[in-house]
């Protein structure tokens, strides 16, 4: 049975463009944390690149902080802890910047003198990217959560949302290796490794959408699903196993790495602001107004058309 | 324990919106925002079409996913069922709007009126800058519940303690009342109706019923 008119899915929007920054800039930012500190031990430059790092997460949340009604009220976003994922992430912030912080200046050798020797830069690399993790996480769960839009509420889409970080991260990290130093030897690996984690990922909540999702929001995934294979993972696959085989020059691993990013925050605001249909509504029984009540279990009626 | 529920029949129901009237009228809300809603819905495919009445709105969950997303408990749940906003701690944020399966959170940035830029007496009145920039929705009318039950009266069965969609519904589809009551206008009609309820495979146990036949049983 079907319901239309009134009761079609709609487009919502509550969450906008501003809000999707959150998703792309938290997702990327937390992803290049990682990146940045797994490259730390091969002696990789970390100032940059988990600058950019807090700037990209900073960036997110100051947006969301745009988008929101009440914007001098924001602090009353920690008081639900107990179930809110929106709380989880805005808790976890806090200790995200101040590790990533204090482990940037610690790296910059910024930090008073006689600290200096006792601050463990990795250890506290780590530990920023650790939570982290746990920050992008709090982002996929947020999108799960939105029981109101079947497109965010599916479960696929907490791994297209983790790899989608993790993959921006690596090729965040080749991106900014540009400018600095070449990117330990295992990062263009990883970042195919995480490649074919995204793609399949994402194959796999659109074939999930098919099967009950509102066609609108599938049609709006369906449109951006070439362009983001081809670009977004076969072209910078083939960068990055060309770069493994032939390393002559750093601008196409920083190439791939940039498709990998923007192809990411194109897939993030596709999500948020295209495919975020309502479910609409549906009745699953017709009222039995106006005739014999029995007749109600026979419906839809017999109905012969003239002329047949 | 009361838990307070509406009842919409659908058989009754004739799509008029005097409910949505009455319920602009009693709460003020600002152009295109509907806290309770009729929609038209068109169902079947052709030739076997029927066209249907479906009164919506905030269904007051038992387990409402838009108390479980809200950052700052600003949506709770009364003890008596009704799922109420405290706008000062709200922030604005929408994840409850996004969270709910029944469209019914509405979030205005900007006071708005009903006739261009300049608010009719009534508008000028009533107008309330608490709920600008916060989310609203149907509140069961619970300032005229809790004061129709202050003084003695029983939400459903008095006017004066009753929602106003409730009171002035003309075709009398709309019922309200305590479902923990076995002898409530509500429980009588669920016994005697079949009745189902709106995506009712969510899992938020929605405290808003839809009769749509008899039950001889």
């Known amino acids: ?308 | 324990m009361t838990r307070y529920v509406m009842v919409a029949d659908l058989r009754r129901c004739i799509g008029c919106q005097t409910c949505t009237a009455a319920c602009k009228q009693a709460n003020a809300t600002p152009p295109g925002v509907q806290w309770r809603r009729v929609l038209d819905l068109e169902v079947g495919e052709y030739p076997a079409v029927r066209r249907v009445f479906v009164p919506t709105g905030c269904q007051h969950c038992s387990d409402p996913p838009c108390e479980w997303v809200c950052p700052t408990t600003a949506t709770r749940r009364r003890p008596d069922g009704i799922v109420q906003i405290l706008y000062n701690l709200c922030i604005g944020c929408a994840a409850c709007a996004v969270a709910c399966p029944y469209e019914a959170r509405y979030k205005v940035e900007k006071r708005e009126y009903a006739f261009g830029h300049e608010p009719t007496a009534d508008e000028a009145l009533r107008a309330d800058d608490a709920v600008i920039g916060v989310a609203t929705k149907c509140t069961f009318c619970a300032d005229t519940i809790d004061a129709g039950v202050a003084r003695g009266l029983t939400p459903g069965e008095h006017p004066e303690a009753t929602p106003a969609c409730v009171n002035l519904c003309i075709s009398g589809a709309l019922a309200f009342g305590d479902i923990d009551d076995s002898e409530s206008r509500v429980s009588k009609l669920l016994r005697e109706n079949k009745h189902f309820r709106m995506h009712e495979e969510q899992g938020t146990n929605p405290g808003f019923y839809y009769l749509w036949d008899r039950d001889p049983s």
Request: a positive charge; glycine letters at 8%; hydrophobic letters at 55%.
């Open chain 1, 1 to 308: 049975m079907t319901a239309i008119l009134d009761g079609a899915p709609r487009l919502q929007r509550n969450w906008d463009s501003r809000a999707a920054c959150n998703f792309i800039g938290g997702g990327a930012g937390t992803g290049l944390l990682l990146a940045s500190a797994a490259a730390l031990p091969a002696g990789s430059n970390y100032f940059p690149s988990a600058l950019l790092a807090v700037a990209l997460i900073g960036f997110g949340l100051s947006m969301v902080w745009l988008e929101i009604g009440r914007p001098f009220r924001a602090l009353n976003v920690f008081f639900h802890p107990q179930t809110s994922w929106m709380t989880r992430e805005a808790l976890l912030s806090v200790p995200l910047f101040a590790l990533a912080g204090i482990a940037i200046l610690a790296d910059q050798r910024l930090v008073p003198l006689p600290f200096q020797a006792r601050v463990p830069v990795a250890g506290l690399a780590s530990a920023a990217a650790a939570v982290g993790l746990a920050f992008m996480f709090c982002q996929a769960r947020m999108l799960r959560a939105s029981r109101g839009v079947p497109a965010w509420r599916e479960p696929a889409l907490q791994a297209v949302i983790i790899a989608t970080g993790i993959a921006e991260g690596l090729g965040l990290l080749l991106v900014v290796s540009l400018f600095v130093a070449p990117p330990p030897a295992w990062v263009a690996p990883a970042a195919i490794a995480a490649l074919v984690a995204r793609a399949i990922a994402w194959e796999y909540y659109r074939q999930r959408l098919q099967t009950w999702a509102p066609a609108a929001a599938v049609a709006a995934l369906h449109r951006i699903s070439l362009p983001l294979q081809l670009v977004g993972h076969l072209l910078p696959a083939a960068l990055l196993g060309a770069a493994i085989i032939a390393p002559v020059s750093q601008l196409p691993t920083a190439v791939a790495g940039l498709a990998v990013f923007a192809t990411g925050a194109w897939l993030k605001l596709t999500v948020v602001t295209r495919a975020g249909f309502t479910q609409g509504f549906t009745i699953p029984f017709v009222p039995s107004r106006g005739r014999n009540p029995a007749e109600t279990t026979r419906w839809p009626p017999q109905i012969t058309q003239p002329g047949r």
